[in-house]
């Protein structure tokens, strides 16, 4: 009787873990969210059917697409499905939260310490909500961190069979063919080897190098994809005069002390109780999560994209223990507690907080419906002049097969280095003399596009302008017709 009680208890469990995680991505997308950046430019990318150097105007000597596989798998999507790319951004929102917020359940004998390591951390750092649902590929790396985090800490995988390495090595394969970055996975078996697990590290570095050339390969030129993506980590993090001209992922990340706050928390627990386990403790995911913190008081992304993750597997194993003592297995009180904690993730999740699922619903975009455009958008062979990247991302998204180009797409770096120059000159005061080296620049069939900030027409008398969807479109004055004699 205990047994079966036992059984129905963990099934209902792991249905209300299942449930409220997929759940959650449904109820944001149904508020009308969308993310703000990147993944807007993903699914326009797939469904424009057209390389980077079609679409930006690039520096030379840059291969810009470091996220083939995932360019292709929409691009599947869309031939299958017929979607539009608002579709393609719903499908990866939701896609990709729920390979995320699953990838720790099936590690865990009991998937509630999950969904309360989901809660805690969401409480301490408030961008893990946001972050997950970003629908962009590196999310599917954060989803194989996770996955080799639990599956390599295990007992006994000093001695990882054939067959566990393979499947490290594809997974991580998978990851790579569609993130593209390719030499972060580095971060794994260096945090297996501060924590004193050598032959793990060793092991898993295989599986990282392995997985590297796989994904690679994938692409269909593996030396092209291994050194560009090297070509595009150092030109990103290129010199800057200004930390504020650094996109946001790149810029030092604010302390984050509450994070710090919960993990001090579980360990002075664990001392008052006298379980004081150094090996448990230390473990790979804490030393990672250390990394993760220490690395992003320079680049953010360390915390987020690897430090936040590892700091998710290690306090569910840390509260999964202590369900483990004080919570029977077959007990309904179980229940109450997950019925609870899927509560919590809930209204933590999609609690719409300072509008953050809804701030988007009020953005405009250009296409050539919108009132006002017909003469005003780029003609075929032109190029859209702009130092915000909203208007790159809003308006390729809105007009992926448009016949024009951008000259600052997602990432400034990939700019010629004399526009680079131009676009680090307006980031540094925006002054209008700096609008004006492009101004020069442009021919007919050119625009100078930005979202409406003033009050009256921008202040550069050598355009012609005309506010069309909440953005300022400038345009060369076209020539006046001679006189009839």
């Known amino acids: 009787m205990a047994q079966s009680l036992e059984q129905w208890v ?12 997929l759940l959650i991505p449904l109820k944001i997308i149904g508020l009308g969210f969308l993310p703000e950046d990147d993944a807007l430019r993903h699914a326009a990318k797939a469904v424009s059917g057209k390389d980077w150097g079609d679409i930006l105007v690039l520096r030379d000597g840059l291969m810009a ?12 999507v869309h031939r299958f499905t017929g979607g539009d790319t608002e579709f393609l951004v719903i499908f990866s929102v939701g896609l990709l939260f729920v390979i995320v917020a699953w990838a720790g359940l099936p590690w865990l004998a009991r998937p509630e310490a999950w969904l309360a390591a989901l809660a805690i951390m969401a409480a301490a750092t408030p961008q893990l909500a946001l972050r997950l649902t970003l629908g962009r590929p590196f999310l599917l790396t954060v989803a194989v961190v996770i996955t080799l985090l639990f599956w390599w800490q295990r007992p006994g995988m000093e001695r990882a069979s054939p067959a566990v390495m393979i499947v490290s090595s594809v997974m991580i394969a998978v990851a790579v063919w569609l993130h593209g970055t390719w030499y972060l996975f580095a971060l794994l078996p260096a945090a297996f080897a501060i924590s004193g697990r050598w032959r793990e590290a060793w092991l898993l570095g295989v599986c990282c190098a392995a997985g590297s050339v796989l994904g690679a390969c994938l ?14 980590l150092f030109n990103v993090l290129a010199p800057h005069e200004l930390q504020r001209t650094q996109v946001r992922e790149l810029m030092a990340l604010e302390v984050d002390f509450h994070a710090l706050v919960v993990v001090a928390l579980l360990l002075l627990a664990r001392l008052a109780s006298g379980r004081w386990e150094p090996g448990k403790i230390f473990n790979p995911a804490f030393f990672l999560m250390c990394l993760g913190w220490l690395l992003s008081l320079k680049y953010a992304r360390f915390w987020l994209d690897w430090g936040l993750p590892a700091a998710l597997v290690w306090v569910a194993v840390e509260i999964q223990d202590y369900f483990g003592r004080f919570l029977a297995l077959e007990r309904p009180l179980r229940l109450a507690w997950v019925g609870g904690l899927a509560a919590g993730v809930w209204l933590l999740f999609t609690s719409d907080v300072n509008g953050r699922w809804t701030n988007n619903l009020a953005t405009e975009y250009l296409t050539p419906e919108s009132p006002g455009a017909a003469g005003w958008l780029p003609e075929p062979g032109g190029i859209v002049y702009t130092a915000d990247q909203a208007v790159f991302y809003n308006t390729f998204f809105k007009n992926p097969k448009a016949p024009w180009k951008y000259i600052l797409g997602f990432a400034p770096t ?42 009256g027409r921008p202040p550069i008398p050598e355009l012609e302008w005309r506010l ?3 953005t300022w479109i400038g345009r060369l004055p076209k020539p006046k017709a001679e006189p009839e004699r």
């Not at 963990?10 to 995680?21: D, E, H, P, T």
């Not at 697409?65 to 599947?76: A, E, I, S």
């Not at 692409?219 to 595009?232: I, K, M, Q, S, Y």
């Not at 002054?431 to 930005?450: H, T």
């Open 65 to 76: 697409d470091h996220n083939p596989g995932w360019h292709q798998f929409l691009g599947l």
């Open 219 to 232: 692409t269909g030129h593996p030396w092209e994809f291994l050194t560009n993506a090297l070509a595009v």
């Open 10 to 21: 963990n099934r209902l469990v792991w249905a209300a873990g299942v449930a409220v995680l």
């Open 468 to 470: 069309v969807s909440g």
């Open 414 to 455: 990939f700019m010629p280095p004399e526009d680079l120059a131009i676009y680090r000159r307006i980031q540094f005061n925006g002054a209008v003399e700096a609008y004006r080296q492009w101004v020069k620049k442009m021919r007919p069939q050119d625009r100078f596009m930005m979202r409406g900030a003033y009050p």
